[in-house]
């Protein structure tokens, strides 16, 4: 449980591709299996070689065996086998007949014609193994007197007439089983990494195909959250389908939420706006301190409601607002063409540039309310000319600037104006609360709204907010 609980997390792990981690990790077992694989075959292969070696070599020790005869004089006789190789010098085939000294080496009594004059090779330890196993085959790796690998087999046996042990060795040169072996290795671990590559392959297509629909599925997400489209509208596979659908069912209910708040926020203006109303005509209709009073904190308690409803009608659709988008030139021409209008006494002229793929992630009334607050304090303040610029500002961004010809507004005082209520020119009709709303629909939306000083000598506004691919 915790091995596995140790992979899950692995493969969870932030900041990973799936696709990767998977790949590596499917490749990672397919490798190792296929070593294994490769190491089991080879040695089973030379082990299978090794043990038919070795039944000859114990049909050789019981020919031997039988052959060997005891003389009264306790001397060990054995006549040469009937055996080609074991008749022609250093052939690659041997016997030796001996018995064991005190010094745990052994005496040679005779050997075939093959060795000649040399003797095979003993290990030091061979005598008292031979001992310990006494009746039993032991078989080793040594080298022969033309330096050619052998396989050797010993077995201690007495022969009759005789008390002392006596130790029957047979050897046989394995140059052909090594060959074998190796031949046998290099094809099987020729054939295991071809067949590994294969298997990466197929876990690789395999992989990709299968988690395509997710990576459709991601790009479709992304492209309702960029504002390309509303909901996800292809058809996935049944294990994929119910995410989909539940996508698209929050999706609805967040469609939903913005509508009961708009109607909730349009709700509670109409009940607020109305009493204010019939206060601020009453008060209208008297003169005096009191009704003074009362028509000026009614105009602010109006300005108050305005402008926390825009507040929260903002907060509402930037939180729940995904797939909505607005061209940024269409509601820059309508501002600019009914601002010039309602300023057609002072001559303002509203320039403004904006490319036509450059869109607004968020709604169209929330765009037009902060940048028609912006356009019209700038053609208010200004002698004769605005200047209206938006573009792409990278990593999902807009940037918009908005400069005028006037007096421009001091570095000391720009806190000032984006405090609610807050207002340069006392006399000049309003409540204050422009710049105010500007700055909070912006932050509702995740942008900034900062001031500065205009090419054109008066105030320039710039605004950073989401923008929707087109």
Same mark, same amino acid.
């Given at each position: 449980?915790a091995g596995a #609980?140790g @992979?899950?997390?692995w493969?969870? $792990? ?14 990672? @077992?397919?490798?190792l299996?296929?070593i ?9 292969f030379?082990e ?8 000859v ?8 065996? +039988?052959?060997?005869?005891? &003389? ?12 080609a190789? &074991?008749l022609?010098v250093?052939?690659?085939?041997y016997w +030796? ?21 040399a ?11 031979l %001992? ?8 080793? #790796? ?9 396989? +050797? ?6 022969? =009759? ?5 006596? !130790? ?6 394995r140059? *052909?089983?090594?060959a ?11 054939s295991?990494?071809l067949?590994?590559?294969?298997? +990466? ?14 990576y459709?599925?991601? *790009?479709?997400?992304a ?9 996800? /509208?292809?058809?996935?596979?049944v %294990? ?14 967040n ?5 009961r708040?708009?109607t ?16 601020l005509a ?6 005096g301190?009191l ?11 109006q ?9 929260a009608?903002a ?10 988008s607005? =061209? ?6 309508e501002?600019?063409v009914?601002?010039e209008?309602?300023?057609a006494?002072k ?8 490319p ?10 929330d765009?037009?309310?902060i940048?028609? #607050?912006?356009? /019209? #304090?700038?053609?208010? @303040? ?5 200047? !209206?610029s ?10 918009a !600037?908005? %400069?005028?010809d006037? =007096?421009?507004? =001091?570095?000391? $005082? $720009?806190?000032e !104006?984006?405090?609610?209520?807050a207002?340069?020119d006392e ?9 105010s ?20 000598g ?13």
């Amino acid at each position: 449980m915790a091995g596995a #609980n140790g @992979w899950s997390r692995w493969i969870g $792990r932030p900041g990973r591709s799936l696709t990767r981690r998977l790949i590596w990790l499917a490749s990672g @077992w397919i490798v190792l299996a296929l070593i294994i694989t490769g190491l089991v075959l080879t040695n089973q292969f030379q082990e299978s070689a090794l043990r038919r070696l070795g039944n000859v070599l114990s049909a050789s020790i019981d020919e031997l065996v +039988v052959r060997s005869a005891v &003389t009264p004089q306790d001397t060990v006789v054995t006549p040469q086998i009937l055996d080609a190789r &074991t008749l022609r010098v250093f052939s690659g085939k041997y016997w +030796v007949v001996a018995e064991p000294t005190g010094e745990n080496g052994l005496r040679t009594l005779t050997r075939s014609q093959s060795l000649y004059d040399a003797d095979l090779v003993v290990p030091r330890d061979l005598p008292r193994r031979l %001992e310990e196993a006494f009746g039993q085959t032991i078989s080793y #790796n040594a080298f022969g007197p033309a330096d050619e690998p052998l396989r +050797v087999a010993a077995s201690m046996k007495r022969l =009759p007439g005789r008390e002392q042990p006596v !130790v029957f060795l047979a050897a046989i040169d394995r140059s *052909n089983i090594d060959a074998d072996t190796r031949q046998f290795a290099t094809i099987t671990w020729i054939s295991l990494l071809l067949l590994g590559f294969g298997l +990466v392959t197929a876990v690789f297509i395999q992989v990709q195909v299968g988690l395509r629909p997710l990576y459709e599925l991601r *790009n479709e997400i992304a492209a309702v959250r960029k504002g390309k489209a509303a909901r996800i /509208e292809r058809d996935y596979p049944v %294990e994929i389908q119910p995410l989909a659908e539940q996508v698209n069912r929050l999706l609805d209910h967040n469609q939903e939420v913005v509508e009961r708040q708009r109607t909730h926020v349009g709700n509670l203006a109409h009940a607020l706006k109305t009493p204010l109303s019939v206060m601020l005509a009453e008060a209208g209709t008297q003169d005096g301190a009191l009704p003074e009073i009362v028509r000026r904190q009614t105009q602010v308690m109006q300005g108050q409601v305005d402008h926390h409803l825009r507040r929260a009608r903002a907060a509402a659709r930037a939180a729940h607002g995904l797939g909505e988008s607005t =061209p940024v030139g269409e509601v820059v021409d309508e501002l600019a063409v009914m601002l010039e209008r309602v300023f057609a006494d002072k001559g303002v002229e509203i320039d403004w540039r904006a490319p036509d793929d450059l869109a607004f992630l968020g709604e169209r009334q929330d765009l037009q309310e902060i940048l028609g #607050n912006l356009i /019209e #304090n700038a053609a208010k @303040w200004s002698r004769r000319r605005v200047r !209206v610029s938006a573009g792409p500002n990278g990593l999902g961004q807009m940037i918009a !600037v908005i %400069e005028d010809d006037g =007096p421009g507004l =001091p570095a000391d $005082r $720009r806190d000032e !104006v984006m405090k609610r209520g807050a207002r340069l020119d006392e006399d000049a009709p309003g409540s204050g609360l422009g710049l105010s709303i500007v700055d909070d629909l912006t932050r509702a939306y995740g942008g900034r709204l900062t001031l500065a000083d205009s090419d054109l000598g008066g105030l320039k506004t710039v605004l950073e907010l989401p923008a929707a691919e087109v």
